[in-house]
């Protein structure tokens, strides 16, 4: 049973530009959070999705930040007109339910803005 | 006040020391309760989920206190290999959103 994937695991982006990271949960998953972690710092919680819905964005930023997780294919967090401060790891896990489950991790995706 | 707040350390203990990390959370309403573990600039992993009447996995113990809303994790003769930083998350809301504490960084010296 293979892990969640993420990829790419890096990603350098000149500022401007838009970064695209994909997310393909665990077999039996549906639930898929993105977490953002910048260094020597904790995971800051961004979206919550379920297949085609977005459950709670709450820790999203307003702007220049989208996800989405279509009925087909990975989901996918989008970041258009990347800042240097956009600069951090990108974390997705899953979990089978949303029930209090325990989640788990992919490798994460390193997105270097220079 | 933080949603689930741990002390970030480090600790730094002798090898076949005794650790003890303590989380606590604000929601009294939380219901799930795990440890994670995080090396450096890796994803974080599932140590283990604590509940109520505490629980024990080889050489790690992890505890729950309902009335003073903390979780404790308990490492015995500590390893070098478990030197990592320690994550403590808490689940809450409507659908019990997991809130990650900051860590607690643990350094095992030879």
């Known amino acids: 049973n293979a892990g969640v994937m993420q990829n790419p695991r890096h990603l350098v982006r000149r500022r401007g530009q838009e970064a695209r990271l994909r997310c393909s949960p665990m077999k039996g998953h549906s639930h898929v959070y993105w977490y953002r972690q910048l260094p020597e710092e904790g995971l800051k919680f961004m979206v919550y999705l379920q297949k085609e819905n977005i459950i709670d964005e709450s820790g999203m930023p307003k702007e220049r930040f989208s996800a989405e997780f279509p009925k087909e294919g990975p989901s996918i967090l989008r970041i258009q007109q990347v800042v240097r401060g956009d600069s951090a790891a990108y974390f997705c896990?899953?979990?089978?339910?949303?029930?209090?489950?325990?989640?788990?991790f992919g490798p994460g995706t390193r997105l270097t803005v220079t | 006040r933080k949603e689930v707040e741990q002390d970030p350390g480090p600790f730094n203990v002798p090898e076949g020391a005794t650790v003890a990390f303590n989380c606590t959370y604000s929601?009294?309403?939380?219901?799930?309760f795990f440890w994670y573990r995080q090396d450096c600039r890796k994803e974080p992993k599932l140590l283990m989920s604590?509940?109520?009447s505490g629980n024990e996995d080889g050489r790690f113990t992890a505890q729950l206190n309902r009335a003073s809303q903390y979780i404790s994790l308990l490492i015995r003769d500590s390893k070098l290999s478990d030197s990592a930083t320690y994550l403590c998350a808490v689940t809450s809301g409507g659908y019990q959103k997991v809130t990650f504490g900051t860590g607690t960084k643990l350094q095992v010296i030879p």
């Open positions: 604590v509940y109520s």
């Open positions: 929601n009294s309403a939380s219901q799930s």
């Open positions: 896990a899953s979990s089978p339910t949303s029930d209090g489950d325990e989640q788990y």
